[in-house]
């Protein structure tokens, strides 16, 4: 047999030395060198453990049956010790009722004494090692989860899929909206959502829309007060609890928007300035040219005339600065409004 070139290090609390080195030998007859550390009672195994570095063991082999700890007493006290290490059990056949409710306990397999070889030893090893490795990963994945969704400053909620019903809420949406945790727990989004949002609402995650705009996901949520505020949501799909379930994260643009669509109306009543005066200052300036090109043109042989003619093109100069001081007293007008 091929040997495992790995590095593998496993404590086997187990009180029969006989059922020590069967143990060890299978483990040999697989692994081509591994580090086996022997306690004999659970004293011994408390002192090994303690000695050694959290996570030094890649996995644990536990006798049900010590001198002076067994049952379910020596399987909570051993978990709490080696909370980074899955811990096989070994048990006979008489032990083999409470080794399944082991695993309720936080064992991560049983294997029964009369029935051991090299190759099952090495298969529920390898087994539950990458199987605890992987159970690890999730539990940082769902810690960094939690981190992020609760201490989120923006409103963030958890939704059944089906139901609609609130499971989650993070303390920013708590703050936000008014209403409790638990008078969130009692509520549906419809029951936040205007009614003709919620009809066309959909969860569609943003890696589907990478190049969605701003205020593309606007629907209008009502806080506990009764006030409706706009809001830009950004949801993706999870199994919250074993329940599919869609987080949703609700940016409340009501600010942003209003002044938005101040600075729009803005924008459309400076154009409408601009149009109107630019046809108005159109006429006194036609004039100035007109009377401009007739000085140019004609010989004029009397003084009388020429001031004349200058007093048209004074009076329409003076024309054109009134249209200007409107322009900017219209202007003005907008900016304050726009300010308050």
């Known amino acids: 047999m091929r040997k495992d070139k790995d590095p593998y290090k496993v404590l086997i609390i187990e009180d029969n030395l006989g059922d020590f080195i069967l143990v060890s030998d299978f483990l040999e007859e697989t692994i081509l060198a591994p580090e086996i550390d022997h306690a004999p009672d659970f004293k011994q195994a408390v002192d090994i453990l303690n000695q050694s570095a959290a996570g030094s063991y890649n996995a644990i082999f536990l ?3 010590l001198p002076d700890k067994s049952g379910e007493d020596l399987i ?7 909370r980074q290490t899955p811990v096989i059990v070994l ?3 008489t032990d083999a009722s409470f080794a399944i409710k ?3 306990l936080g064992a991560s397999d049983y294997l029964l004494k009369d029935e051991l070889s090299a190759t099952t030893l090495y298969k529920s090893l390898i087994y539950n090692i990458e199987r605890f490795k992987t159970l690890l990963r999730l539990k940082e994945s769902e810690l960094r989860y939690s981190d992020l969704f609760h201490l989120s400053p923006q409103a963030m909620f958890v939704v059944d899929r089906v139901s609609n019903q609130f499971l989650d809420i993070n303390e920013a949406a708590i703050s936000h909206y008014g209403y409790s945790k638990e008078e969130f727990l009692e509520m549906t989004l419809n029951d936040i959502m205007q009614e003709d949002d919620f009809k066309k609402y959909e969860c569609r995650p943003a890696e589907k829309n990478p190049d969605q705009s701003s205020f593309q996901n606007l629907f209008r949520f009502r806080l506990k007060s009764g006030t409706w505020v706009d809001v830009e949501l ?4 999870l199994l919250f609890n074993g329940i599919k379930a869609e987080v949703i994260l609700a940016n409340d643009v009501t600010e942003r928007l209003t002044h938005l669509n101040i600075i729009q109306e803005q924008n459309r009543r400076l154009k409408e300035i601009a ?5 108005v200052v159109r006429a006194p300036l036609s004039r100035m040219m007109g009377l401009i090109n007739l000085i140019k043109t004609t010989q004029i042989s009397q003084k009388e005339e020429l001031i004349q003619l200058l007093g048209y093109i004074e009076g329409s100069a003076y024309e054109i600065d009134d249209i200007i001081r409107e322009i900017v007293r219209k202007t003005e007008t907008l900016k304050q409004e726009g300010d308050l």
């Open 76 to 82: 909570i006290e051993i978990l709490k010790m080696v």
């Open 234 to 237: 950004r949801c993706n799909l």
């Open 275 to 279: 149009f109107e005066q630019s046809h």
């Open 63 to 65: 006798d049900l049956s």
């Open 91 to 93: 048990t006979g056949y």
């Open 102 to 104: 082991s695993l309720s």
